[in-house]
C-alpha cells in the first residue's frame, strides 16, 4: 500500500515534466495553461478599456459642450502625421500577428525577425509623433502660460473668433490622451525588445510560446486605442 | 491532448489582407472626413473605427476561434461596462439643458 503510493506520485510529475518543461504543475496540461494565461491578460486589457475609456468619456463630453473650439482645434492638428501613424501601428499589428504565427511554427530567426520590426515600426511611430509634439511647441498649442490659439479664419480670410479657454481643453485632452497612448507604445516597444531577445536565446518553443501571444494582444490594444483616437481627435469637421 | 491543440492561427496571407482591409479603411476615414455628411460625420467616422476594431479582436487577437469561451465573455463584458460608462454619462449632460 505504502510503496504503491510513494511510486505513483512521483512518476505523474516526472512523465509532465519530461514532456514539456515549461508546464507548471498546478495545471491539468499546456492547453489549461495557455488558456489560463491567456485569459488574465483579457481581464487585464478590460482594465485598459475601462482606464482609457474615462478619457474617451471626458472627450465626449467636453466635446458635445464646446464642439466649435473642438473643431477648431482639431483642423490645426497635423492629418498626414496622424494618417501615416495610424498606418504604421495597422502594419506593426500584421507583424506581431506573423511573429506569433512563426512561434507556432517554430521558426526562430523568422519570429525574432518580426519582432525586431514591430519594435522598429513602434519607434517609427514615436519618432513621428516627436515631430508632431514638436510642431505644437512652435505654434503654443500646448496647454499652460503660453498657449496660444488664433489659428481659425473662414474661407474670406476673416478670423473666427474661438474660445481660447475651450481649445486648450482640446489640447489638453490631445496630449492626455495620446500621451498615454504614446506611454503605452513606449512601454510595448520595451517589451518586445525583451521578447526578441528571449525569442533569439531559444526561450520559446511551438508547445510553448504564451508571453508572445499575450504581448501581441497588449499590442493590438494599444493600435485599437489608436484607431479610435485618429478620427476622434483629428478629424473633427474636416470638411468646414 | 494533442488532439485539443489549439490552430487558431491563419496563412500569412489572410493577416496580409486584413491589414491591407484595414489600411483601405484608414484612408476611407479620412477622406469621408473632407466630405459634409451633417450628423453623420462622427457617426461614420466611429462606425469605420468599430469594423477596425472588431477585426483587429477577432482576427489578429483570435477571439473568433479560441478554445477558452470564457475568453469571449470577458471581452463582451468589457466593451459592455465602457458602454454604460458612456451612455450613463452622456443621458446626464444631454439632459441638462432643459432646466
Not at chain 1, 187 to 196: D, H, N, R, S
Request: charge should be neutral; include cysteine; glycine fraction near 8%.
Amino acid at each position: 500500500m505504502h510503496d504503491s503510493q510513494s511510486t505513483a506520485g512521483p512518476a505523474t510529475v516526472m512523465q509532465y515534466e519530461t514532456e514539456n518543461p515549461a508546464l507548471r504543475h498546478h495545471f491539468a496540461d499546456a492547453q489549461q495553461q495557455k488558456n489560463a494565461a491567456s485569459l488574465g491578460m483579457w481581464l487585464f486589457l478590460v482594465t485598459e478599456i475601462m482606464f482609457f475609456g474615462g478619457m474617451f468619456c471626458a472627450y465626449l463630453i467636453y466635446r458635445l459642450m464646446h464642439f466649435n473650439a473642438f473643431a477648431a482645434g482639431s483642423q490645426q492638428l497635423n492629418i498626414w502625421m496622424g494618417g501615416v501613424n495610424t498606418a504604421v501601428l495597422i502594419v506593426s499589428s500584421v507583424t506581431v500577428v506573423l511573429a506569433v504565427k512563426a512561434a507556432e511554427a517554430g521558426k526562430r530567426k523568422v519570429l525574432v525577425g518580426y519582432l525586431v520590426v514591430t519594435v522598429l515600426l513602434g519607434m517609427t511611430f514615436l519618432v513621428i509623433k516627436g515631430f508632431e509634439y514638436a510642431e505644437k511647441f512652435e505654434k503654443h498649442h500646448v496647454p499652460g502660460p503660453t498657449f496660444n490659439f488664433t489659428d481659425k479664419f473662414d474661407d474670406n480670410g476673416k478670423q473666427i473668433p474661438v474660445n481660447s479657454k475651450e481649445a486648450e481643453l482640446f489640447f489638453s485632452l490631445y496630449f492626455a490622451m495620446t500621451g498615454m497612448h504614446a506611454l503605452h507604445m513606449i512601454i510595448g516597444c520595451g517589451l518586445f525588445t525583451g521578447l526578441a531577445i528571449l525569442a533569439w536565446k531559444g526561450h520559446y518553443t511551438p508547445t510553448y510560446f504564451t508571453p508572445i501571444e499575450n504581448g501581441g494582444l497588449y499590442w493590438h490594444l494599444v493600435d485599437i486605442i489608436w484607431i479610435y483616437l485618429f478620427p476622434l481627435l483629428y478629424l473633427i469637421s474636416r470638411h468646414s | 491532448m494533442a488532439e485539443h491543440e489549439e490552430h487558431t492561427t491563419h496563412s500569412q496571407g489572410f493577416y496580409i489582407g486584413i491589414g491591407a482591409i484595414l489600411l483601405v479603411l484608414t484612408v476611407t476615414t479620412a477622406l469621408v472626413a473632407f466630405v459634409n455628411l451633417g450628423p453623420f460625420n462622427p457617426v461614420v467616422a466611429l462606425l469605420i473605427a468599430t469594423i477596425k476594431a472588431t477585426l483587429v479582436v477577432l482576427f489578429f487577437m483570435h477571439v473568433k476561434g479560441a478554445t477558452e469561451k470564457l475568453t469571449g465573455v470577458v471581452v463582451v463584458s468589457g466593451f459592455f461596462f465602457l458602454a454604460i460608462l458612456l451612455t450613463l454619462s452622456l443621458a446626464d449632460y444631454l439632459t441638462r439643458s432643459w432646466r
